[in-house]
């Protein structure tokens, strides 16, 4: 058995064995070698992870992808997220890369790499930032557990910020080309501004109420887990459109036997059924493509109802909590300014410059004001410094009659004064 300092070296049967001691543990490992370097090699890997207050040792280098996806998915199942299917598609192409790798093999450089060979084959950055996000949280659970030690992670900068809205005319054209069953909640979501997929397809009727005129999301139902009211009953436009739907589903139930219970619906091939996604945004494309404004996407909707809101001169605390953003900072980003707003904030100015120039020139020509008959004689203004050099000067001298002067006040030399 040879002693290190610290730690030691010593053999069992063949193999080399490192024994070392850390915060009044001590810890036995072995090298996995019939070399004595080797050992020596592992005990100084060791003292240089205590020098820097991490110490990986044998337990830490155990814990494999397999374990990190493990816990992963046991935290989204104790905390009831709702995104365990998009934490699903993040973990495909990591498994693919990193299946067979222990969590201490996972180092800052070869991320780097993961992130190159995602982006060269047309990846988009958003995408792979948040798969990187996924595993970075696996890294902090079994950190937490003491499991792992979470490495250094790679800073993907995102420029994906959409600045996309509706004016009324290309929303009324995106419509006019949707079928009829998707059209009423096209007009839905364009008047509050609620999402789509998570808050406008799965609104039901138990949350409309015509007596009050109020739609209700549920707490723990939305994004942020807060609940919202929205009053239609003061807006004539949705108001009717919810009244309308209203009367059909119920003629609907009574002609074939089926239950309704969504606010919107389409019939697929002879069965009532709540409108799925993808069904929508496969006709949406359509639509979009049929109105000239390809681009345009259902989200759009919220960020024309905030800045609709903002025109109508709405208080933004109000608006928040109509359109269910928790943040200002969030809320900003959705305010976005037209073309058209920015034209008529400059006719404001213009109008504003021109009224000027009006009270500026209420009885002649703008020369009766120009600088060159705006001058002071120069007598005048002799006659000025010397009234003003005499005055200051039996004005100190009044003040302080303990002082004299020497010489008159006036001169352009400035004299001492004597007690």
Not at 176 to 184: I, K, N, Q, V, Y
Not at 348 to 375: D, I, M, N, V, Y
Not at 408 to 415: F, I, K
């Amino acid at each position: 058995m040879k002693r290190r300092g610290l730690g030691m070296v010593f053999q069992r049967g063949s193999i080399w064995w490192i024994q070392y001691h850390w915060r009044g543990k001590r810890y036995r490992e072995s090298s996995e070698s019939i070399l004595r370097s080797d050992a020596i090699k592992l005990l100084k890997k060791r003292f240089a992870e205590m020098g820097k207050g991490q110490l990986r040792g044998p337990d830490l280098e155990k814990t494999t992808f397999a374990d990190l996806e493990r816990m992963i998915l046991d935290d989204y199942a104790v905390n009831q997220r709702r995104s365990v299917p998009r934490l699903k598609t993040s973990l495909k192409p990591l498994k693919a890369a990193f299946g067979h790798a222990r969590a201490c093999d996972l180092s800052l450089d070869r991320l780097n790499r993961y992130v190159s060979d995602r982006l060269s084959v047309g990846i988009a950055p958003a995408t792979v930032k948040l798969e990187l996000t996924h595993l970075h949280k696996m890294f902090k659970l079994a950190e937490r557990a003491g499991k792992a030690i979470c490495p250094p992670f790679p800073q993907i900068a995102v420029q994906n910020v959409r600045t996309g809205f509706f004016e009324r005319a290309d929303f009324e054209a995106v419509r006019s080309h949707l079928p009829e069953a998707f059209r009423g909640l096209a007009t839905f979501a364009y008047l509050t501004g609620w999402r789509v997929p998570s808050e406008v397809l799965t609104l039901y009727w138990k949350q409309v109420d015509f007596t009050a005129g109020t739609v209700r999301l549920e707490p723990g139902t939305t994004k942020n887990d807060e609940g919202r009211v929205f009053p239609f009953g003061v807006l004539p436009e949705l108001a009717n459109l919810l009244r309308t739907q209203w009367e059909k589903s119920v003629t609907l139930e009574l002609e074939t036997e089926q239950t309704v219970p969504t606010v919107f619906y389409w019939n697929d091939r002879g069965t009532i059924k709540p409108i799925h996604p993808k069904a929508l945004y496969h006709r949406w494309k359509e639509a979009c493509r049929l109105a000239g404004v390809p681009q345009r996407i259902p989200h759009d909707f919220r960020r024309t109802a905030v800045r609709n809101l903002e025109r109508a001169g709405v208080p933004r605390s109000v608006a928040m909590k109509l359109t269910g953003h928790k943040t200002e900072a969030v809320y900003r980003r959705y305010a976005i300014v037209s073309e058209a707003d920015l034209s008529e904030g400059l006719m404001k100015l213009a109008k504003l410059e021109e009224t000027l120039r009006e009270k500026l020139q209420p009885c002649g020509t703008p020369t009766e004001f120009s600088h060159s008959l705006a001058t002071i004689p120069q007598t005048n203004m002799q006659n000025t410094r010397e009234n003003m050099a005499e005055g200051a000067r039996f004005e100190l001298a009044d003040e302080l009659p303990h002082l004299r002067f020497s010489r008159p006040a006036r001169s352009a030399t400035p004299s001492p004064l004597r007690v």
